[in-house]
Structures are given as structure tokens and as C-alpha cells.
């Protein structure tokens, strides 16, 4: 079965600093995998996706993302942190048969000034 | 072009009373989810849909029905509702094209059982 583990449930960085966020997968198969951001009181908005193409993927507003097949890793990365990024942060793996997906536990990213 | 659209956007329910939440997209997609949030459990899987007519049971499907009206809706149902079933519902939806497994989603309803 296919699992996702999101290694921290809150990040604290000021504005202006490196963003990290941490997630393993575990697959049974090659996987397609997903960051989605969730902002207060808002539904889910799609970041950024892997699907087997270039390691190394860019999304939206500065964010990418690197698989690493050998540490099952997906972490999510910004060089520079903007107050409007705090937000909850969800790595995705697909699941079974690619009509489902597994969520992580989430990363609430809290940016200071 | 409105994407996944949910109603209503909040509703306060007591034990034992009956509601559907209600989604429909206008993106021309194949399958659709219901899914709820709860605090630090990520998003569970409810039902899903992969085609007009078909459903499928998720990781929660316990206390909820759902029924696939059209290609657009995708109603989920609530026969007596339980405290338990405090949370946010968000539908989704998905392209079943090659390669394309991201699922796009509604704003979401909240519902408040006491």
C-alpha cells in the first residue's frame, strides 16, 4: 500500500528565509506524487506534481520539489519565504490503481516577519 | 469556468437529522471523490466515483451514501448524522487522462454536528 509521511506538522521561518518541508513516501510501485497548499478556510490548490518525467519539478509561486527515489523523498523547498506562503502544506502519493490518492498529515508553515 | 463547486458552504446539523452536500464540476472530468478533514489526519477518502453510474467505498465510508447523478454531480448523503461526523467535506475531481492523477477541489462545507 502506499503511505505518506510529512516529517514535521508545523514550520516556523521568517519572511525572507529558505523554506523546507519535509516528506518520505513509501510505494509499491514508481509513484506520482503531489504537493497541494490549503490556505485558511480555503480548499486545496494543486502546487506542484511528479509523474515520472524531470527529478527536479517547479510549481507555482517559487516552490519545487525534488524526487529522490533513492531516500523516497519528496521534499518541498523556496528560497525565500513570503508572508502570504503560511499556509498547510499536503504531500500526496497516488494510490492503487492511480484513481486514488493518500495524503500526508499536513505541514502548517508559519511565516514571521 | 467555476471548476468543483460545493453547497452549502456551512451547515449545523443535530444528531439524528438528515443532509446532502451537494458538488457538481463543470470541467468535463470522469471521476469525482468526497473526501473529509479532521485536525492532523490529512484528507480520508469517503466514496468515489470513476464514472457516470459507478461508486466505489473509500477508506471512511461508514454512515455516508453518495450517489453519482450525472457526468457533473456528486451528492453525498447523510442518513442520521453523528457527532462523529463533525469535519470538512471537500469534493474533487479528476481528469482520466495518461499521466494526470492530480484531483482538483471544491472550497469545501462545514458541517457542525451537536
Known amino acids: 500500500a502506499q503511505s505518506v509521511t510529512q516529517l514535521d506538522s508545523h514550520v516556523s521561518v521568517s519572511e525572507g528565509t529558505p523554506v523546507l518541508l519535509r516528506c518520505n513516501y513509501s510505494?509499491?510501485?514508481?509513484?506520482?506524487l503531489f504537493w497541494y497548499v490549503q490556505h485558511p478556510n480555503k480548499g486545496l490548490q494543486l502546487l506542484l506534481k511528479?509523474?515520472?518525467?524531470?527529478?527536479l519539478v517547479k510549481g507555482i509561486n517559487g516552490f519545487e520539489a525534488e524526487f529522490k527515489k533513492s531516500e523516497t523523498s519528496f521534499h518541498l523547498t523556496k528560497p525565500s519565504a513570503h508572508m502570504s506562503d503560511a499556509a498547510e502544506y499536503f504531500c500526496?502519493?497516488?494510490?492503487?490503481?492511480?484513481?486514488?490518492?493518500?495524503f500526508g498529515t499536513g505541514t502548517r508553515l508559519l511565516v514571521s516577519p | 469556468n467555476a471548476g468543483v463547486t460545493q453547497t452549502p458552504k456551512f451547515q449545523v446539523l443535530k444528531t439524528g437529522q438528515s443532509m446532502t452536500l451537494q458538488c457538481a464540476q463543470d470541467?468535463?472530468?470522469?471521476?469525482m471523490y468526497w473526501y473529509r478533514q479532521d485536525p492532523g489526519m490529512g484528507l480520508r477518502l469517503i466514496y468515489y466515483?470513476?464514472?457516470?453510474?459507478?461508486?466505489d467505498k473509500g477508506e471512511v465510508p461508514n454512515g455516508y451514501n453518495v450517489s453519482r447523478l450525472n457526468k457533473r454531480e456528486f451528492s453525498l448523503r447523510l442518513e442520521s448524522a453523528a457527532p462523529s461526523q463533525t469535519s470538512v467535506y471537500f469534493c474533487?475531481?479528476?481528469?482520466?487522462?495518461?499521466?494526470?492523477?492530480?484531483?482538483?477541489f471544491g472550497p469545501g462545507t462545514r458541517l457542525t454536528v451537536t
Open positions: 474533487a475531481s479528476r481528469y482520466d487522462g495518461v499521466g494526470t492523477y492530480e484531483q482538483y
Open positions: 466515483s470513476a464514472s457516470e453510474g459507478t461508486t
Open positions: 511528479y509523474t515520472s518525467a524531470a527529478t
Open positions: 510505494s509499491s510501485y514508481s509513484p506520482s
Open positions: 500526496v502519493v497516488s494510490g492503487s490503481g492511480f484513481q486514488k490518492l493518500v
Open positions: 470541467m468535463n472530468h470522469n471521476s
